[in-house]
């Protein structure tokens, strides 16, 4: 059956699969094999959208499903109350999806249904982050996203990337244009098409010094979950991630194989490590 696009916009496919990137560093492996230790030991008990994104990253590093099932378990049993929104019931559906479960029958409940409850007019939710994140999950779980969705968040570009309220005139913020990125590729945009370029040329300019991003931009001190997910949308747009931008998240890495928010702050080593091993895994989303 074909797919129905947007002619100039959307490929013939979209990317479903991302695959480890041919030029990733062995020292990104060896990153990669520490934080996803670490991270299996430490996310057992997470609540349900960090355990969904552990789920994920595991996945990415190459957990077989059989070793997530009983994390798979135990966040259908915690979801229900926690996806009440378009972002998070797509962040479990991702996970069901990566441990090999039905995101439309998770634990009784569809996610995908969630998610297409609170559509219109172009828009999932309130923000960026509700919008990307429910463009990967329909992916992932192999739906066609509405050409609708696609124009409209094409169209929220401002002047470089995107922000987090998906509105043109608001402030550009690098970790909102990176998921854009990921989720308009999954989506079908073309690789080449011009916002997109136009999108990761932005993204690429707020580096600073040691090569890393920070959410606001402008050549700020690097952290983990900007720079992980630069290094992502790069990747899903099949361009190769600097070298500096790589070693500026290693070097965020702990001696036992969690990251830091940033040099200066160690945030959430939950979140900011479930960012990264996707990047170090040499990956990028939505993961089948």
Do not use: C
């Amino acid at each position: 059956m074909r797919r129905r696009t947007l002619p100039g916009v959307l490929a013939a496919a979209a990317v479903l699969v991302a695959a480890p990137h041919a030029g990733a560093a062995s020292t990104d492996g060896a990153a990669a094999s520490r934080a996803a230790a670490w991270l299996a030991a430490n996310s057992r008990t997470a609540p349900a959208g960090q355990q969904a994104d552990a789920i994920v990253a595991l996945r990415a590093a190459g957990r077989s499903r059989a070793f997530l099932r009983g994390r798979a378990t135990a966040l259908a049993r915690t979801a229900p109350a926690y996806a009440t929104t378009a972002g998070a019931a797509a962040k479990v559906a991702m996970a069901a999806v990566a441990s090999g479960r039905n995101p439309a029958a998770f634990g009784g409940v569809d996610y995908l249904r969630r998610i297409t409850n609170r559509y219109a007019a172009g828009r999932y939710g309130a923000t960026a982050w509700d919008q990307a994140l429910s463009l990967l999950a329909l992916r992932a779980a192999g739906r066609t996203v509405p050409p609708a969705a696609v124009r409209a968040t094409l169209a929220a570009r401002g002047s470089g990337g995107w922000s987090f309220d998906l509105r043109p005139r608001s402030r550009d913020a690098v970790d909102t244009t990176a998921i854009v990125v990921e989720a308009l590729v999954a989506s079908g945009v073309r690789r080449s098409d011009r916002r997109l370029a136009a999108g990761t040329r932005w993204m690429l300019a707020q580096r600073n010094r040691a090569g890393g991003v920070a959410t606001a931009g402008g050549g700020a001190p690097t952290d983990a979950n900007s720079t992980a997910g630069a290094i992502r949308a790069l990747r899903a747009t099949g361009r190769r991630p600097p070298a500096s931008m790589r070693a500026a998240l290693r070097s965020l890495q702990a001696p036992n194989g969690s990251v830091r928010y940033s040099r200066a702050a160690a945030g959430s080593p939950l979140l900011a490590t479930n960012d990264a091993l996707i990047a170090f895994s040499g990956r990028w989303l939505p993961v089948r």
